[in-house]
């Protein structure tokens, strides 16, 4: 069986989103490569190669990559320019030879358009302004077409230019190639800036990590240190690998992880995660995982190959833009030829006119452009918020959800118990209870156990021997002598111990000493505060099915329920009940919207992947949740589900915003061409002009302002 490996380079220059299918479909071709994709939202080249292969296959494709497009560089990822500013490309490219060509071409073209003593001169004039202007376009159109690959802007641009000079519109001709780089020029500007901002957001990476080594202090790349190293982080400086802090007391910016905007206090003993800022004090820290395993590095993966997974409404455009193109090109042609057969008095050269403006407008760059920005902005502001999509897909799934279902414990609850209230028997006092029950539980790591330990320290002063753990009834131990029980109805009724009837069905655990019951202690999830608004928001959102379900009691399970709002609700469910239920669930829906599982992403894996998105609570730093779901809240805020499903609507907002308005703008044009209203320069508006529109209105989807 042939092994596969896979790489990823960067494609410099790129931000023509034709360009870079040709360039996809052109490297897939080379000979070892498995798989060919090319990311227009991050400039990436990803390839699956034969393990061993890949050195030939960069530079054959590096080569090709030029004959294809001259002014794409592919580069490997350390060679690449990382976080170079808008501003100092701005500068390269006003220096470049691409540049310096157009600007003495458009002084060509200013000559032509003044009054002259001798105007012969004119049509010179606009022919040297015109092949400096525009000879690159004639030339890529060439290339392409010798490739096989007619119908891209390249060729419209070609054909309708030199289609106006044929019918002696030399002023018009040279113009339309004018603004066309012009307008090319703001576009690829508004696509950099965009691609910067959305970047930015998840601006994480560390640059160096300080190593010590004795006394000595070295910067080296996170990547290099080994796991148990011990490195330093000075004020200000972004934490480069988890570890566990040593030394010293500082507070953390951790908002870029988890869009937490409080910082949090941290001191020795600590855990501490790649990715968040310092801010006060120095810490020595001793590394628990290698960069490659560490916080930030699997968000930065996650967020890079989200754009990996395409979107439906993605995948219509692309499919789209095949068909539309040569539909439109045809049309021209038929525009141009048959109103000059078929209608008596009409003229060639008219209708030869009205089909340039058909070939200007024609090419789909506003939406394959825009459509992938607009997801992978969305994206990206979800990453900021604390909130990791992991695909386009998910992120359009999200706009469709009507059906949203719970997980309980950890998820609408803070997860783990709090003693509410001790109530002793007589002959018993409540600290009496309560130490008993903290010294019998004191090996316990059960979720009850540690809950109670927490309320009490007893535990720590007196001598416990004979500890058993019972599982499912509770722990048996002797403590200072004498045997203790802590437990539930089933353990004390086993033992022969008598517990007062009509109990409420709260967790209740029990504890008896020497036979006799001593007391009890309740036990209460509490529920996090933000789950009320949660289902508020949701049903704001246009949620029509809300669901919980869980394994606890059916009370605790019905109070959590009628205090968030919750209608509808199971409880007592084994997982894989859970997992009959969900199903069942949707079996049931009388609506085709996609559902939604949202829950802590370990125990409830299965359901989570049953689910059309899964979305997990408490991501930082749990491998588990971030592998099993679709979706990650990177901290504990229930609220976030609702930022995520916002921030999914104004995604498909705004992609349909430019949808409709590039192919509204287009036809009217298209329609006022035909009909000799619309002239080269709407054209031209219609083609560059709704682009840069449209890339401009896609990142408006980063500013969802949190509610």
């Not at 085709?592 to 359901?607: H, M, R, T, W």
Request: overall charge negative; some cysteine.
């Amino acid at each position: 069986m042939e092994k596969l490996e896979g790489a990823r380079f960067c494609l410099e220059g790129l931000n023509c989103a034709h360009c870079a299918g040709k360039i996809e479909e052109e490297v897939g071709t080379l000979s070892g490569v498995k798989s060919a994709r090319v990311d227009f939202a991050q400039q990436r080249l990803v390839l699956e190669t034969l393990e061993g292969e890949g050195e030939r296959i960069f530079e054959e494709a590096k080569r090709l990559i030029k004959e294809i497009e001259p002014h794409v560089t592919l580069l490997k990822q350390e060679e690449a320019g990382h976080g170079r500013e808008g501003e100092l490309a701005l500068k390269e490219a006003l220096k470049s030879p691409r540049f310096l060509l157009f600007a003495l071409g458009s002084l060509f073209f200013a000559l032509a358009v003044f009054p002259k003593a001798d105007p012969s001169w004119d049509v010179w004039i606009y022919l040297v302004a015109y092949g400096l202007i525009g000879g690159e376009i004639l030339l890529l159109a060439f290339r392409n077409i010798l490739r096989g690959q007619v119908f891209d802007e390249n060729f419209l641009m070609s054909l309708a230019t030199i289609g106006a000079f044929a019918i002696g519109e030399y002023p018009e001709g040279v113009a339309v190639m004018f603004f066309y780089r012009i307008g090319e020029f703001f576009q690829d500007l508004a696509v950099e800036r965009s691609r910067k901002s959305i970047t930015s957001l998840m601006g994480i990476r560390p640059e160096f990590a300080r190593l010590k080594e004795g006394e000595e202090l070295l910067e080296v790349e996170p990547a290099s240190v080994l796991v148990g190293s011990t490195i330093l982080v000075r004020p200000g400086e972004r934490v480069p690998l988890d570890g566990v802090i040593l030394l010293g007391n500082s507070t953390l910016d951790l908002s870029a992880l988890t869009g937490e905007s409080l910082p949090k206090e941290v001191s020795a003993g600590d855990e501490i995660l790649s990715g968040a800022i310092n801010k006060t004090g120095v810490l020595e820290v001793r590394t628990t995982k290698s960069f490659g395993e560490s916080t930030v590095a699997k968000i930065l993966d996650l967020v890079q190959n989200a754009s990996a997974k395409k979107a439906k409404t993605e995948q219509f455009i692309t499919k789209f833009a095949r068909y539309y193109t040569p539909f439109v090109v045809i049309s021209a042609v038929l525009l141009a030829f048959l109103p000059p057969l078929l209608i008596e008095g009409a003229l060639l050269e008219e209708w030869f006119r009205r089909s340039l403006v058909f070939l200007v407008v024609s090419c789909p760059c506003a939406l394959v452009v825009s459509i992938p920005l607009t997801f992978f902005a969305g994206i990206g502001g979800a990453s900021k918020a604390g909130i990791l999509i992991k695909g386009g897909n998910f992120l359009e799934a999200l706009h469709e959800v009507d059906t949203v279902v719970f997980d309980k414990t950890g998820t609408l609850t803070k997860g783990f118990f709090e003693v509410a209230e001790t109530v002793a028997m007589e002959g018993f006092s409540k600290e009496e209870v309560l130490a008993l029950a903290s010294s019998v539980e004191s090996h316990s790591n059960h979720p009850i156990a540690l809950s109670i330990k927490r309320t009490s320290q007893a535990s720590q002063k007196v001598e416990v021997s004979d500890y058993q753990e019972l599982s499912g009834y509770g722990v048996s131990a002797k403590v200072e002598g004498r045997i203790v029980l802590a437990g539930n109805a089933k353990l004390m009724k086993e033992q022969g111990v008598s517990i007062p009837s009509g109990m409420s069905d709260e967790t209740l655990v029990y504890v008896a000493l020497e036979g006799r019951l001593a007391g009890y202690l309740i036990l209460r999830d509490e529920i996090k505060p933000e789950a009320a608004s949660l289902i508020e928001r949701l049903k704001n959102l246009g949620i029509k099915q809300l669901v919980m379900l869980t394994g606890d009691k059916k009370e605790s399970a019905q109070k959590v329920a009628q205090a968030i709002g919750i209608t509808s609700f199971e409880a007592e469910l084994l997982p894989h009940e859970k997992v009959e239920r969900f199903e069942a669930l949707l079996g049931a829906r009388a609506t085709q919207g996609k559902s939604v599982f949202v829950g802590d992403g370990i125990n409830d894996a299965p359901v989570l992947a049953l689910s059309d998105v899964g979305i997990a609570m408490g991501g930082v730093g749990s491998d588990a949740a971030i592998e099993a779901a679709d979706v990650v809240i990177m901290n504990d805020e229930i609220g976030k589900v609702a930022t995520a499903i916002a921030i999914a609507q104004k995604t498909h907002t705004i992609v349909w915003q430019n949808i409709i308005f590039a192919l509204g703008v287009k036809g009217a044009i298209l329609i006022m061409g035909a009909f000799g209203v619309a002239t080269m320069w709407e054209a031209v508006f219609g083609d560059v002009g709704v682009a840069l529109i449209a890339v401009l209105n896609a990142t408006r989807v980063m500013n969802l302002k949190e509610s």
